[in-house]
Each structure stands twice: as structure tokens, then as C-alpha cells.
């Protein structure tokens, strides 16, 4: 069964670039029609998805994140990572890492535990 | 931009049915997909394309799509499925321009 586990920072200063790398195992990246994506949730808030990748290097993002976001993969390390830049309090989440099942919609159907990241000087 | 909408909260006893709406105007066309997400935890996967139960799932949960809504049923509600429950789906105009989770719905059962 496949596993996700995000790691970086837990903490940010305000204006600079927020960075993550999730490693997958149980299973290889690069196999099955899946994307790779990021999804956050502030505290007490619901869940926002930020954007996906697939082993191509293809990627879609949110279009309200768009200017900020750059999501790569590292298929020899099993990984794939999140870069935000220019963050503000309104960045503080948890970040998650997720499977997307593209066998028609793209849908999450693994996730990660999460990890919590402060914006904050 | 797109927007799936749920009510904040439902409270069932013990036994009872829940059910859970989410409303969004490209749901004829497209499916939904329903988490369920427990107190400091991540979401888990409970129904995907409208009303297909992952493995592992409890029969008890179930779902069902109509015209713009969306429904998340769980037949006799345990205490353990207190959680918050999140719809997603995209909408018409293309796989990722309208990616999103609805906005969540606390189910109470006691």
C-alpha cells in the first residue's frame, strides 16, 4: 500500500519561499495513472488543493496560487515537492501530500499525515 | 470560481441516518468524491465517483447524486464516524481550473 510522508520546515519568516518534499513508498512514482499533488487546510478551516504533477513534469495549479507555486518531482528519489514563495500569515497550514487516481477524474485517494507549517518572522 | 457547498454541521444519535449534502452547479456532469476527516487527522477517502465505497470502507456508508446535489448517507450512525466530511469534485471546464472541497460539514452523533 502506498505511503506519503511530507517533510521541510515547520517554520517560515514572512516574504520568503516555503519548501517541502514528500516521499512516497510502497510503490513507485512513476507507475499507474497518477498525479501528485498538494492540498493545505489552516487551522480550523477547510481544505484547499494547490496543485498536482505528474511524472512527466506536467503540472496544474490552483489559479488563485498560480503566481506562487511551483510544484517538481524527483522520480530517482521517490519524491516530489511544493515551493510557495512570498508567503504571508495567510499561509500558516497543514500541508498534505497526496495520491491523485486519474483513472478519469483526478481524485486524491492516498494522503500524507500532514505537516504543519507557521508563516511568522 | 467554482464553489461545492455543504451545510457547517448535522447532528444524528446513535443509530440514526446522516445525511450530508453538497450542492454545485457542474455536479450533473461530474462526480462527486466524499472525505472523512477526524480530529487531528488526514482525510480519508469514503466514497469516490458518486456512490462507490473504497475497500475497507463500512457498508454504512453510501452515496448518491442527483441534478446539482450530491449525497453522503451513513446508515446508523456510529459514535466513531464523528468527524468532518468534505466533498470535491471539479467543474465543467477542465480538470484542474476548478478543483474543490466543498466546505466541510461536522457530524455530531451523540
Known amino acids: 500500500q502506498v505511503q506519503l510522508q511530507e517533510s521541510g520546515p515547520g517554520l517560515v519568516k514572512p516574504s520568503q519561499t516555503l519548501s517541502l518534499t514528500c516521499t512516497v513508498s510502497?510503490?513507485?512514482?512513476?507507475?499507474?495513472?497518477?498525479?501528485w499533488s498538494w492540498i493545505r487546510q489552516p487551522a480550523g478551516k477547510g481544505l484547499e488543493w494547490i496543485g498536482r504533477?505528474?511524472?512527466?513534469?506536467?503540472?496544474n495549479y490552483n489559479p488563485s496560487l498560480k503566481s506562487r507555486v511551483t510544484i517538481s518531482v524527483d522520480t530517482s528519489k521517490n519524491q516530489f515537492s511544493l515551493k510557495l514563495s512570498s508567503v504571508t500569515a495567510a499561509d500558516t497550514a497543514v500541508y498534505y501530500c497526496?495520491?491523485?487516481?486519474?483513472?478519469?477524474?483526478?481524485?486524491?485517494?492516498?494522503w500524507g499525515q500532514g505537516t504543519l507549517v507557521t508563516v511568522s518572522s | 470560481s467554482y464553489e461545492l457547498t455543504q451545510p457547517p454541521s448535522v447532528s444524528v444519535s446513535p443509530g440514526q441516518t446522516a445525511r450530508i449534502t453538497c450542492s454545485g452547479d457542474?455536479?450533473?456532469?461530474?462526480?462527486a468524491y466524499w472525505y472523512q476527516q477526524k480530529s487531528g487527522q488526514a482525510p480519508v477517502l469514503v466514497i469516490y465517483?458518486?456512490?462507490k465505497r473504497p475497500s475497507g470502507i463500512p457498508e454504512r456508508f453510501s452515496g448518491s447524486s442527483s441534478g446539482t446535489m450530491a449525497t453522503l448517507t451513513i446508515s446508523g450512525a456510529q459514535v466513531e464516524d464523528e468527524a468532518d466530511y468534505y466533498c470535491?469534485?471539479?467543474?465543467?471546464?477542465?480538470?484542474?481550473?476548478?478543483?474543490?472541497f466543498g466546505g466541510g460539514t461536522k457530524l455530531t452523533v451523540l
Open positions: 497526496a495520491r491523485e487516481n486519474c483513472g478519469g477524474d483526478c481524485y486524491p485517494d492516498y
Open positions: 510502497g510503490g513507485s512514482i512513476s507507475s499507474g495513472s497518477y498525479y
Open positions: 504533477i505528474y511524472t512527466s513534469g506536467s503540472t
Open positions: 457542474a455536479l450533473p456532469k461530474k462526480y
Open positions: 465517483e458518486d456512490s
Open positions: 470535491y469534485s471539479t467543474d465543467s471546464s477542465g480538470n484542474h481550473r476548478g478543483v474543490v
